[in-house]
T-cell receptor, first 111, second 113 residues
Framework: DVKVTQSSRYLVKRTGEKVFLECVQD?????MFWYRQDPGLGLRLIYF???????EKGDIPEGYSVSREKKERFSLILESASTNQTSMYLC??????????FGDGTRLSIL | AQSVTQPDIHITVSEGASLELRCNYS??????LFWYVQSPGQGLQLLLK??????LVQGIKGFEAEFKRSQSSFNLRKPSVHWSDAAEYFC???????????FGKGTTLSVSS
């Protein structure tokens, strides 16, 4: 089975902090994705990566950056956290044209 | 632009009754279609996918979905619902490169006894 592991299930940070969300997959997938999920808005794509050191903006990249130094790891960075970034964050991975497999999510609160 | 519509925000079904969750998509080419399920506090689990071929797709947990190109629909069905099926269900469409996945806003399923 594909395993996508997100480093934290719950995280509480303060406004202005730099926040790192980590995601690791164990299936040698080429693609990795970061989404945020908000009530009434569904899932929205923040960034995705199709290879090491490669990244593409999704629908809502403002206020976020990403890093993919190794194939199995994809990090989401909140450069200066704000309260409107309080949300559930979901990481996913996939083969080039395969279905996406999701981690359990990180519920992030910015105070 | 690609989009996915799930017309029902919330559905309640009696345990043992049949279920159909609706999904309509807008996509110019042949779509890759998915249904995911999310239990409270969890990530999304893939129920089934349609890439090509037989338009009736079987998935896990007794679910199936039917692709109807003429109606731009990919409805999810289950003949007999169990209480453990209570969750949120998401329909999604991807392009063939798999570089974008567009989700519907989800349908919450409640199961009454």
């Amino acid at each position: 089975d594909v395993k996508v592991t997100q480093s934290s299930r719950y995280l509480v940070k303060r406004t202005g902090e730099k926040v790192f969300l980590e995601c690791v997959q164990d299936m040698d997938h080429e693609n990795m994705f970061w989404y945020r999920q908000d009530p009434g808005l569904g899932l929205r794509l923040i960034y995705f990566s199709y290879d090491v050191k490669m990244k593409e903006k999704g629908d809502i990249p403002e206020g976020y950056s990403v890093s993919r130094e190794k194939k199995e790891r994809f990090s989401l960075i909140l450069e200066s956290a704000s309260t409107n970034q309080t949300s559930m964050y979901l990481c996913a991975s996939s083969r080039l044209s395969g279905p996406q497999h999701f981690g359990d999510g990180t519920r992030l609160s910015i105070l | 632009a690609q989009s996915v519509t799930q017309p029902d925000i919330h559905i309640t079904v009696s345990e043992g009754a049949s279920l159909e969750l609706r999904c309509n998509y807008s996509y110019g080419a042949t779509p890759y279609l998915f249904w995911y399920v999310q239990s409270p506090g969890q990530g999304l689990q893939l129920l089934l996918k349609y890439f090509s071929g037989d338009t009736l797709v079987q998935g896990i947990k007794g679910f199936e979905a039917e692709f109807k190109r003429s109606q731009s629909s990919f409805n999810l069905r289950k003949p007999s619902v169990h209480w453990s099926d209570a969750a949120e269900y998401f329909c999604a469409v991807a392009n063939q490169a798999g570089t974008a996945l567009i989700f519907g806003k989800g349908t919450t399923l409640s199961v009454s006894s």
